[in-house]
């Protein structure tokens, strides 16, 4: 997609709404701080959630297994943190088959992040932004490696209306896998969002290869 992998885009058609993973958190956390602050400075239009974390834990984050590792860490034992840090690298590189080529720190950081994530102020912010009339597009795949399907599919349900797309294949990567037919409904919502046109309307979820 635009944007993804260094590639360019026009600063006129630049999208800094659309959020993968657990970077749906990342939007929907903006998004409420946002519309909870009622700040004119920035105005979000909507938001694109691909391959969404959801309200609650997925089944990859493994929660009680996290926070152990979270409560080592807090030990401040160098050793212990030097440790742990080459020991989840290796579980999401030879395990999870994650790209390996960034340093531990950068695996360590995502599950100290879906360790300390506060599920339950994420269902409230969705919520609020539901009460907004926050328009949103959502898109899974699902056979998602890490994400089983109930995750995007109460998330698409419990935001506003927009456009709902469930892949068959494609993986976790979606923005990847299925990127041209991703972009062409992302494109087309983006132009009605914009033009004022009603996007009220409930869609019903769209189900592709």
């Not at 409420?32 to 105005?43: H, M, Y």
């Not at 959801?54 to 979270?70: D, F, I, N, T």
């Amino acid at each position: 997609m635009p944007g993804y992998a260094g590639s360019k885009v026009t600063e006129e058609h630049y999208l800094d709404d659309t959020r993968h993973s657990f970077g749906a958190h990342t939007v929907i956390n903006m998004a409420a701080l946002n519309a909870k602050t009622n700040s004119d400075d920035v105005i979000f239009r909507g938001m694109a959630l691909l391959s969404p974390a959801g309200c609650r834990p997925h089944r990859v984050l493994r929660p009680r297994e996290s926070a152990m590792v979270v409560r080592a860490l807090r030990l401040g034992n160098p050793v212990i943190n030097g440790l742990v840090s080459h020991l989840i690298k290796m579980i999401y590189t030879r395990v999870l088959l994650f790209p390996s080529d960034l340093p531990p720190g950068h695996y360590l950081a995502g599950l100290v992040r879906a360790a300390t994530t506060d599920f339950d102020v994420l269902r409230e912010q969705v919520n609020m932004l539901k009460h907004a009339r926050l328009p949103a597009l959502l898109a899974w795949s699902r056979s998602d490696e890490f994400m089983e399907e109930e995750i995007p599919v109460e998330l698409s349900q419990l935001c506003h209306t927009g456009p709902r797309l469930a892949f068959a294949g494609g993986g976790h990567n979606i923005q990847k896998t299925r990127a041209e037919k991703i972009s062409t409904v992302l494109s087309e919502w983006v132009e009605r969002v914009l033009a004022g046109e009603n996007v009220e309307e409930e869609e019903p979820t769209r189900y592709l290869p």
